[in-house]
């Protein structure tokens, strides 16, 4: 089961913090991503990390501006988010799968966290 949270209300240009708690699952044996889907949009690609975070992946809309991270003796992950934009508006979901799969193939997925930015 995964657990997103942090979301909110915010400003152009301010910042929030997601958190996505597992259980149920060995979370350090997994590659976690976060995706999110605006209104009427198919849902999308934010950022993945590998399993001993070795590794990081994040769509060019957000590099630079969001950060993953996580920390598997609290079985978290997060995304930091900065420099917030309207387009950054969404519902943001984590998700967990064995490997880096290809676009959205997670196996578990969260129920999803909003976040909107008002300009």
């Known amino acids: 089961q995964l657990q997103a949270c942090g979301g909110g209300l915010v400003q152009t240009g301010g910042s929030l913090r997601l958190s996505c708690a597992a259980s149920?699952?060995?979370?350090?044996?997994?590659?976690m991503g976060w995706f999110r889907q605006a209104p009427g949009k198919e849902r999308e690609f934010v950022a993945a990390i590998t399993q001993s975070a070795t590794s990081t992946y994040y769509a060019d809309s957000v590099k630079g501006r969001f950060t993953i991270s996580r920390d598997n003796a609290k079985n978290t992950v997060y995304l930091q988010m900065n420099s917030l934009k309207p387009e950054d508006t969404a519902v943001y979901y984590c998700?967990?799968?064995?490997?880096?799969?290809?676009?959205?193939?997670?196996?578990?997925w969260g129920q999803g966290t909003q976040v909107t930015v008002s300009s």
């Open positions: 149920g699952l060995t979370f350090s044996s997994y590659v």
């Open positions: 998700a967990a799968n064995p490997y880096l799969p290809s676009g959205d193939g997670y196996y578990y």
